[in-house]
């Protein structure tokens, strides 16, 4: 009846242990944000884009008109 006893103490210990690295994993992951601009800067550092929509992004960002041209039609927009 001793071994069973001491087998259960070991199994205890082992999920008590578990729990405590699972609490500090989760302490760790928390973290506080002034604003929206950085949670989203972090969590686009964080997370890795899948490569069918990094495909669809540079493809639609080559579509895209330089800067120069958005800028020439805002200044005859507002006359400057």
Do not use: Y
């Not at 242990?17 to 506080?32: H, M, P, V």
């Amino acid at each position: 009846m001793k071994p069973l006893r001491s087998k259960l103490e070991q199994e205890l210990s082992k999920e008590a242990e578990c729990e405590q690295e699972t609490g500090l994993q989760q302490q760790q992951k928390a973290r506080e944000f002034g604003s929206v601009e950085e949670l989203l800067k972090q969590d686009a550092e964080n997370t890795a884009l899948p490569e069918s929509i990094a495909l669809r992004l540079r493809d639609s960002l080559s579509q895209e008109p330089p800067l120069s041209k958005t800028r020439h039609w805002i200044r005859r927009f507002l006359k400057w």
